[in-house]
Every structure is written in structure tokens, then in C-alpha cells.
């Protein structure tokens, strides 16, 4: 029997909604599998802003120090999306906790359920068996290099920043992982234009004696965008720096149908942080329609990477599986054959993932 505890910061907007799903989905496991877990929950982005003016109090940054893996929701809202000049802002926390826990690397599992191939607008016979494996760095480049404003305001610049020992962690994971599927490894940078991007690369080469069994493709950046869309199956393990990576994730979204059917881990060298790659989604906010199965799908990769529990993991892949092979669907994945009574609500779909755990 595993005893662990697991914080839940469900953040704004849907992450409220779909991390209670995520939680409920959890509890059926630890009560199928004998095991215990106790929850706790925190405050982060507008929430956090609002009830204590900072976007990460100490508090939460405490709890998260204090637990075992984290189930996240998102941040964000429209508020600040319409005033660039507002200096606290709900990413600011986001960013803080990648830093203060050391979560350098952004595992996002790109896998299709033959039932979704209709949902994606990429044809089916381009994607059947598509399954792709993203290493995002998250704790540099632009993101959290040097940025200020001059001239009165009227410039502004951002630093894309990467340091070797950076670059060589993330790689490490990513051929590590390579070894475990295909034995491929795609590389994105932009070394055609960009310094950091040439740093990006002779790490990689460097790296790639120690792996004889993996072979190394390098992309730039704008052939790899080109190529997901044209030919996703050529794809396997990927690694990229925090910008391309945010980009080329986003983009990937399209091949599962919705970002409401993406989970990602953020991990590093403690407390791992699991989370849908889906954002706040205010339009659709206390509506009670959230696909809640990127939160699922996360709680699933919880129990895999943090916990070591990859039957209990398997267990709600499989329930997902099930589920939509029924038919029943959120309206981001259902499609105008889809009868009405087979979309469902979040609470609803939740409903339907319970009784097949």
C-alpha cells in the first residue's frame, strides 16, 4: 500500500472544475488499489492575487515543498490579458513555482485514441498511430531571461538565455526516454539564426556518443511546425527549448483533437507538478462543459512518474479508453454526428470515468 499526499491546486477558471474531477478519479484508485492518499489544497494565479495580492504566497509554496506530487489546474484571466501594464500578473506565479521547485523538465504526452481521429482537423489516415513524446525546458530561455522596457517605453526587449548544464539536464531525459521507445530523438532549436540555438546543439552532439543506440535528427524550428502537421508519425521523442516548446505543444493539440485531451508533467529533482496543458478558458467558466479528461489523463501520469504505480496509472488510461469508446464525449471532441445525449458536462463525464474504474 503507497501513503502519500498530494496537493491540489486547482488555480482559476476550469482548473477549478476539472481538478476535482481529477481528484475524484485518484480517490477511486486508492480505493480499488489499497492505497491512502491524503489532499491538501493551495492558492495560486488570480485567486491567489486577489485573496492575498501575490500570485505564489508562501504558504502554497510551503505546501508544495511539503507534498508528494502536485495536481494542478491553470492560471490566468482576461483581466490582465487586457492591460499590459499590470506588474502582478497570474503567470508570475506560474513561473515562480518552475523555479523555486526546480521543474526543468515538461514531459507532454502526445497520444491519439483511435476514437478522437475524426475530432482533430488533420485527416485520419495521417494520424492513426501517431504518438509523440515532447521534453520542454522550463526554467529558461526568453521566459526568464533579462526583459525591460526603454525609450520612454517605446522598446522592448526579451533575452533568450541558455546555459550548457541547462540544456544537458533536459537532454539527458529526453534520450533516456528514447531508449525506452523508438530508440529516435528529434532536436528543435534554431541554430541557423540564433546563438542560444547553436549552444542548444553542440550539447546535443556532445551528448550523443553517450547514447550509440538513439539516433539524433535535428529540426529548426519552423521546418519541425511544418513537419507535425504534415507528417506527425515521423515524430517519436522530442526535445526543445521553453519557447519552441510552448509553441510545438499547443500545435500538437490539434493532433489529439482538443487541448482538453493533453495532460503534462513538470518535474525536476522533487515535488513533480501535473497538469492539463489547457489554460483557464474563462469563455467557458463555471458552465459546467470543461473536458476534464486532460486532468485525468494527468492524475494518471501522477501515479506513473512520482508514484512508480503504472498498473494504477494504465488502469485510467484505460477507463478513458472505455469511455469514449462508448461514445460519450465533451462538446471540444464531439462532432455533428455525435448524438446529444452522448455529450456530456464535466461532472457528468467524470460520472462516466468512475464507473469504469
Same mark, same amino acid.
Given at each position: 500500500m503507497a501513503k502519500k499526499h498530494i496537493l491540489i491546486v486547482p488555480g482559476d477558471g476550469i482548473g477549478q472544475e476539472v481538478t476535482t474531477v481529477g481528484k475524484q478519479v485518484l480517490d477511486r484508485i486508492a480505493e480499488k488499489f489499497g492505497h491512502e492518499f491524503t489532499y491538501d489544497?493551495?492558492?495560486?494565479?488570480?485567486?491567489?492575487?486577489?485573496a492575498t495580492g501575490d500570485p505564489l504566497p508562501e504558504e502554497t509554496l510551503v505546501k508544495m515543498r511539503a507534498s508528494d506530487a502536485i495536481l494542478f489546474g491553470a492560471v490566468g484571466h482576461p483581466k490582465y490579458d487586457n492591460d499590459p501594464s499590470a506588474k502582478v500578473r497570474p503567470e508570475q506565479g506560474l513561473l515562480r513555482m518552475r523555479k523555486e521547485l526546480g521543474l526543468? !523538465?515538461?514531459? $507532454?504526452?502526445? /497520444? =491519439?485514441?483511435d476514437e478522437l481521429l475524426e475530432a482533430s482537423s488533420i485527416k485520419p489516415e495521417i494520424l492513426k498511430g501517431c504518438d509523440i513524446l515532447f521534453f520542454r525546458e522550463l526554467t529558461g530561455d526568453?521566459?526568464?531571461?533579462?526583459?525591460?522596457?526603454?525609450?520612454?517605453g517605446n522598446t522592448a526587449y526579451d533575452t533568450m538565455i541558455y546555459s550548457k548544464y541547462e540544456v544537458e539536464r533536459i537532454a539527458r531525459?529526453?534520450?533516456?526516454? !528514447?531508449?525506452? $521507445?523508438?530508440? /529516435? =530523438?528529434m532536436s528543435v532549436d534554431k541554430a541557423n539564426v540564433l546563438e542560444s540555438s547553436r549552444l542548444w546543439r553542440e550539447v546535443i552532439q556532445k551528448l550523443a556518443p553517450e547514447y550509440p543506440d538513439v539516433e539524433v535528427e535535428h529540426q529548426f524550428i519552423d521546418a519541425a511546425a511544418m513537419l507535425l502537421i504534415k507528417d506527425p508519425r515521423r515524430f517519436d521523442v522530442v526535445v526543445t527549448g521553453n519557447l519552441f516548446g510552448d509553441i510545438l505543444t499547443d500545435e500538437a493539440s490539434q493532433i489529439a483533437g482538443s487541448m482538453g485531451m493533453l495532460a503534462s508533467a513538470s518535474?525536476?529533482?522533487s515535488t513533480g507538478v501535473y497538469e492539463p496543458i489547457h489554460g483557464s478558458a474563462h469563455d467557458i467558466t463555471g458552465k459546467?462543459?470543461?473536458?476534464?479528461?486532460?486532468?485525468?489523463?494527468?492524475?494518471a501520469l501522477l501515479l506513473d512518474i512520482s508514484f512508480g504505480l503504472k498498473a494504477e496509472s494504465e488502469a485510467i488510461i484505460a477507463a478513458v479508453d472505455a469511455v469514449l469508446k462508448a461514445g460519450f464525449r465533451t462538446r471540444d471532441i464531439a462532432n455533428s454526428e455525435t448524438p446529444a445525449d452522448k455529450i456530456l458536462g464535466t461532472d457528468a463525464m467524470g460520472a462516466e470515468l468512475l464507473k469504469n474504474l
Open positions: 489544497e493551495a492558492l495560486i494565479g488570480h485567486v491567489a492575487i486577489e526543468y !523538465a515538461n514531459l $507532454r504526452p502526445i /497520444k =491519439l485514441f526568453v521566459y526568464f531571461g533579462k526583459r525591460e522596457r526603454l525609450d520612454d531525459k529526453a534520450f533516456e526516454a !528514447a531508449r525506452t $521507445r523508438s530508440k /529516435k =530523438l518535474v525536476g529533482d459546467g462543459v470543461a473536458n476534464p479528461l486532460a486532468s485525468v489523463l494527468s492524475a
